[in-house]
C-alpha cells in the first residue's frame, strides 16, 4: 500500500530558529496538505498545495509558515523563526484528484521547541 | 461554515462491552463524514467515511457509524470493544473546495479487562 512517508519522526529546535519539516507524498497524488496536532487539542488544518501553489490556508498560517514541492517529490513546510507554541505534531497529507477526501496521512512529525 | 463536536473527551468501557462514540456536525452542504484514529504515537487511520448513499457505514475492525441528518450525528460504535481498541477517535467533516477536514476534539478510548 503507497504510504505517505515525512521526516523527521522527532525536531527539536531552539525558539528562533527555522525549521524544515519533510514529506514525500504518494507519487500520483495531486493535492497536499499539512495540519497540525497540537498536545491535548484537535488536529488542525495549515495548509493545501495544488499545482505548485497555496489554494487555502489557515489563519494559523502565517509569514512565519511556507510551503514548497520543491523537486516534483518532496513537499515541505518551513517555519522560519520558531515559537514555543509552534510545539506540535505536524501531518502531511496527500490525495488524488479523483478521490475528494480519500486523504492519505503521514505518520506525523512531532515538533517540540525549547 | 463546518463545525465538529464529540461529546465526551474520555470514554472508558469494559472489554466485550458496547462502544459510542458521538459526533455532531454542522454544515450549510451536504456533509462528508469521517472518523480516524489515532493510536499512541502513531499517525491518523481512516476508520470509515460516509459521503452519499447508505446511511449506515462500516469501516475497518468491526466500527460502524450512522450518519442522521435530523440530528446532525454520526456517532461511532462497535458492538464489543477489544483491548486494541484504546485510542484516540476523530470525528471529521469536509470543507470547501479545496476538501479540508474539520476535526473535532476527539475522544479518548479507554477499553478495561
Known amino acids: 500500500e503507497p504510504e505517505v512517508t515525512q521526516t523527521p519522526s522527532h525536531q527539536v529546535t531552539q525558539m528562533g530558529q527555522e525549521v524544515i519539516l519533510r514529506c514525500v507524498p504518494i507519487s500520483n497524488h495531486l493535492y497536499f496538505y499539512w495540519y497540525r496536532q497540537i498536545l491535548g487539542q484537535k488536529v488542525e488544518f495549515l495548509v493545501s498545495?495544488?499545482?505548485?501553489?497555496?489554494?487555502?490556508k489557515s489563519e494559523i498560517f502565517d509569514d512565519q509558515f511556507s510551503v514548497e514541492r520543491p523537486d516534483g517529490s518532496n513537499f515541505t513546510l518551513k517555519i522560519r523563526s520558531t515559537k514555543l507554541e509552534d510545539s506540535a505534531m505536524y501531518f502531511c497529507?496527500?490525495?488524488?484528484?479523483?478521490?475528494?477526501?480519500?486523504?492519505?496521512f503521514g505518520s506525523g512529525t512531532r515538533l517540540t521547541v525549547v | 461554515a463546518q463545525s465538529v463536536t464529540q461529546l465526551g473527551s474520555h470514554v472508558s468501557v469494559s472489554e466485550g462491552a458496547l462502544v459510542l462514540l458521538r459526533c455532531n456536525y454542522s454544515?450549510?452542504?451536504?456533509?462528508?463524514l469521517f472518523w480516524y484514529v489515532q493510536y499512541p504515537n502513531q499517525g491518523l487511520q481512516l476508520l470509515l467515511k460516509y459521503t452519499t448513499g447508505a446511511t449506515l457505514v462500516k469501516g475497518i475492525n468491526g466500527f460502524e457509524a450512522e450518519f442522521k441528518k435530523s440530528e446532525t450525528s454520526f456517532h461511532l460504535t462497535k458492538p464489543s470493544a477489544h483491548m486494541s481498541d484504546a485510542a484516540e477517535y476523530f470525528c471529521a467533516v469536509g470543507a470547501g473546495n479545496n476538501r479540508k477536514l474539520i476535526w473535532g476534539l476527539g475522544t479518548s478510548l479507554a477499553v478495561n479487562p
Open positions: 498545495f495544488y499545482n505548485n501553489e497555496i489554494s487555502e
Open positions: 497529507a496527500s490525495r488524488d484528484k479523483g478521490q475528494p477526501y480519500g486523504y492519505t
Open positions: 454544515s450549510s452542504v451536504p456533509p462528508y
